[in-house]
């Protein structure tokens, strides 16, 4: 958690134009209340620190000042380059907001301090909310970030691995996936292990745990073929609130063209209340193959598993 505060609020009652300091704002369901970007959408207020402007402007050799970049908050004592998707602000005594986006497309030839410097801040270093309470913001009220977790379980199915017969090597290969993922998306990563024989009890058991304990992310390798054993999608099948079935068959057809074996994998994708889960093969390379396509719509999986439906 980072604390700092306020140091400038500013409105523009026309897009695509700098804002101009104000002594307070309201903060309503649709953002800024005035504000030309007050909407239902994802972008409903946007902060920028005081130490990004100040290093922009010694860089393009002349002073800026808040709201030239269009920012409806403007804060000093927090880093928000280091902020992640769906973190949370809290301002005074009641704003709080989620992170929705960091950074957006450059206007270009539309943004005047572009066309004066040939490049503009807030594209890279800027963030964007939507406001889950409202209230009043001023100049030097308290801001708090609050960094969000995401949470994910891995579990390995195997009966040979379970018994320390053999190592597990696919566990590991999805945990190096996820910390690849999280530092690419700059959440922080809190990750659970378990090694389970491949008996259907102890999978729904740990699966439906993981769900009540409200994981963002369950991923299992091992147990999707059509072997006696292989118990994975069905027991996922059985809990799922909703399945996901597109994802498993892209990556069937892609892989199946150099090797039809692939067609014989039954894994499934799906949610269990709030819990994204995956069921990938037991093999370190059939953990490649998939997580490489799952990884492309990950993100934006888990944004909507939220409420939103973000694009950039």
């Not at 002349?62 to 000093?76: H, I, K, L, S, W």
């Not at 999978?203 to 390798?221: M, Y």
């Amino acid at each position: 958690m980072q604390e700092g505060n306020v140091v400038s609020v500013n409105i523009s009652t026309k897009r695509g134009r700098c804002k101009e300091p104000v002594p307070e704002i309201a903060i309503n369901e649709r953002g800024v209340a005035g504000d030309a970007h007050a909407d239902d959408w994802h972008r409903q207020v946007s902060l920028l620190a005081v130490e990004s402007i100040e290093r922009f402007g010694q860089a393009a050799g002349r002073a800026f000042n808040p709201g030239d970049f269009a920012e409806n908050v403007t804060t000093q004592g927090i880093d928000l380059v280091q902020t992640a998707p769906l973190d949370r602000f809290r301002i005074g005594p009641t704003v709080e907001i989620e992170v929705t986006q960091l950074g957006k497309k450059c206007h270009g030839d539309g943004c005047a301090i572009y066309q004066e410097v040939g490049q503009c801040v807030m594209p890279k270093e800027g963030i964007f909310c939507r406001v889950l309470r409202g209230g009043t913001v001023k100049a030097g009220m308290p801001i708090v970030h609050e960094r969000r977790t995401l949470r994910c379980w891995v579990i390995t199915l195997s009966d040979r691995a379970s018994s320390g017969v053999y190592a597990d090597r696919s566990g590991p290969r999805v945990r190096e996936h996820l910390e690849q993922f999280a530092r690419e998306k700059r959440w922080r990563l809190e990750l659970e292990t378990a090694i389970l024989p491949d008996d259907a009890d102890r999978l729904r058991d740990a699966l439906t745990a993981a769900r009540d304990a409200g994981e963002d992310l369950i991923i299992t390798t091992g147990g999707t073929g059509i072997g006696p054993r292989d118990i994975a999608p069905d027991v996922v099948s059985a809990l799922a609130d909703k399945v996901i079935p597109g994802i498993m068959e892209q990556i069937r057809a892609k892989y199946a063209a150099d090797n039809p074996k692939a067609l014989l994998s039954r894994s499934v994708a799906a949610m269990l209340g709030n819990s994204l889960v995956f069921t990938l093969p037991g093999s370190p390379k059939a953990v490649d193959e998939y997580l490489d396509e799952i990884e492309k719509t990950l993100e934006h999986a888990i944004f909507m598993v939220h409420g939103l439906d973000v694009h950039h």
